[in-house]
């Protein structure tokens, strides 16, 4: 990769960090500042992101860009890489990051703290995407935790407190067993090369023994699977989720549970394959539990940003089904759902919190007849929950086909359960939508509602616009996925073929 693309990725690892530090030193009585300048500093990632459409580099497997000697003795190094697979979630990290800045109210908007944890969250997880080694996505991914903590502890709802220790509990307990997989990994580089060298090149080339694969496997996706969440380790998504601000949860199910499914994609899979392919049918039997789990548990929530919550755990379900069924569709159609689910849940989230902010309450009940006082919102409320349950021209409909296709010859039984979900999505999205925006308003408090203005149907449209041409053009993207799912499939095939 020439010296100008390494400029602009290490733009994008670095600029947030900036940008965060910028924000946390400017005084406190230029409060209304602070939005402004941190819609101006996320342009920039997401201008370098646009600029990378246009690089055919961005859509090999994988290149190693860089490495800084940290602890040269023992040939530690910070390594930095980045694929198609990488670009697509950076660019949607850095979209829902501005239009995350876009949807902030007064109240959020005139503190710094809150502004700048975004910021750091948002270095955290390019990190995380341009990792070029385990030490380094270790790091990245125990840094996401930070601004996650101060987000949902200080501006989270009433029972911010429970939700936040819950999540730190269960994020950092699989944080563990990524550690001690990264240790494990070090060892046995040092026994084969004479360096702890934990780069992803040097891993390709280590040799591992079935039983070292195994092990290494079950530590590093165990601490992934805890950050998707694959049930049932999913318990702490719904509180955090109801109890993280809007911005909180936008990036929550738009971004961090992506993070989980790319670490299994880019380390679980390639380097220990012998273990992915002795685990993967319980990966794809907790997937479809997940799946049918998550979409029966939404139908039964009375709280509307609950019911999205339990839609993200069965809509990741469908991710890892793809990826446990490793073929070229179902890889291609898991890696194309991150990025729809990431879309489709951001924006669902966002309007949540519009309604919120008019009438303080979540609970389905307290609506009614919305599209009489609120006709743009309820518009675009059902236009997202079309494209969140798959409707055909829209993007939810690509992934979620893709998977389904490309699983069914791996696991027959499993996808033709799983493909029930689609049904079970229709259900609860519908009747909510009928309970919250039908009928006639049984509420005077909704009487008065002022429909989107300006500002939020900024902060909306965007998503609406990529729902539509990731529906009716899935090329857009595909292309960028390709050659990562290949890779994988290759060495899938390889490892089948010499145990067979």
């Excluded at 005084?27 to 992101?49: D, G, M, T, W």
């Excluded at 109210?105 to 997880?125: M, N, P, Q, Y």
């Excluded at 919550?309 to 089904?321: N, T």
């Amino acid at each position: 990769m020439d010296a100008k693309l390494s400029t602009l990725i290490y733009t994008l690892i670095l600029f947030p960090l900036i940008g965060a530090m910028v924000i946390f030193l400017m005084p406190k009585n230029r409060s209304e500042l602070f939005q402004p300048l941190a819609i101006f500093l996320s342009i920039i990632p997401f201008s370098v992101c646009l600029y990378l459409f246009s690089n055919l580099n961005s859509k090999s497997s994988y290149q190693q860009f860089d490495s800084i000697n940290w602890i040269s003795s023992y040939g530690i190094k910070i390594s930095f890489g980045f694929s198609g697979m990488s670009h697509l979630l950076l660019s949607l990290t850095s979209v829902l990051i501005l239009l995350s800045f876009l949807s902030v109210t007064d109240k959020h908007s005139r503190s710094k703290g809150f502004i700048g944890s975004i910021l750091v969250l948002h270095f955290a997880v390019n990190g995380v995407f341009l990792s070029g080694d385990l030490l380094s996505l270790f790091i990245f991914f125990e840094a996401i935790l930070i601004p996650m903590y101060f987000l949902m502890g200080i501006w989270g709802g009433e029972n911010r407190r429970y939700a936040t220790i819950k999540f730190i509990i269960y994020t950092v307990f699989g944080s563990i067993f990524i550690f001690i997989g990264t240790v494990y990994a070090g060892v046995i580089s040092y026994s084969q090369t004479g360096t702890l060298a934990l780069d992803y090149l040097t891993l390709t080339n280590l040799s591992f023994t079935q039983e070292q694969s195994k092990a290494l496997f079950l530590l590093f996706t165990f601490g992934f699977l805890v950050k998707v969440p694959l049930f049932p380790l999913h318990t702490w998504l719904p509180d955090a989720h109801v109890e993280a601000p809007t911005a909180g949860s936008i990036l929550l199910a738009g971004v961090l549970l992506k993070v989980g499914a790319y670490g299994i994609l880019r380390v679980s899979i390639p380097f220990f394959t012998e273990g992915f392919l002795a685990y993967r049918e319980v990966i794809a039997f907790l997937s479809v539990v997940g799946i049918i789990y998550g979409a029966i548990v939404a139908i039964a929530q009375i709280d509307i940003k609950k019911l999205i919550a339990y839609s993200s755990i069965s809509h990741m379900g469908f991710v890892m089904l793809g990826i446990s069924a490793s073929t070229l569709l179902s890889l291609e159609g898991a890696i194309i759902q991150m990025v729809n689910h990431g879309i489709t849940s951001g924006a669902l989230f966002m309007l949540v919190g519009f309604i919120y902010e008019r009438r303080h309450t979540r609970r389905i009940s307290d609506f009614g007849g919305l599209k009489i006082t609120m006709p743009k919102y309820a518009a675009i409320f059902l236009f997202t929950s079309f494209a969140s349950i798959g409707l055909p021209g829209l993007n939810g409909f690509v992934g979620e086909f893709m998977i389904l296709m490309g699983g069914f010859n791996t696991y027959k039984l499993l996808t033709a359960i799983a493909a029930f979900g689609v049904v079970l999505a229709a259900i609860y999205m519908l009747w909510a939508y009928q309970r919250m925006f039908t009928g006639e308003i049984q509420y005077e408090q909704n009487q008065n509602l002022h429909d989107l203005d300006t500002r939020e149907l900024f902060s909306v449209i965007p998503l609406l616009v990529l729902m539509l041409l990731i529906g009716i053009y899935p090329s857009f993207i595909e292309s960028y996925v390709l050659n990562d799912a290949k890779f994988i499939t290759d060495i899938v095939e390889l490892f089948t073929g010499g145990l067979d």
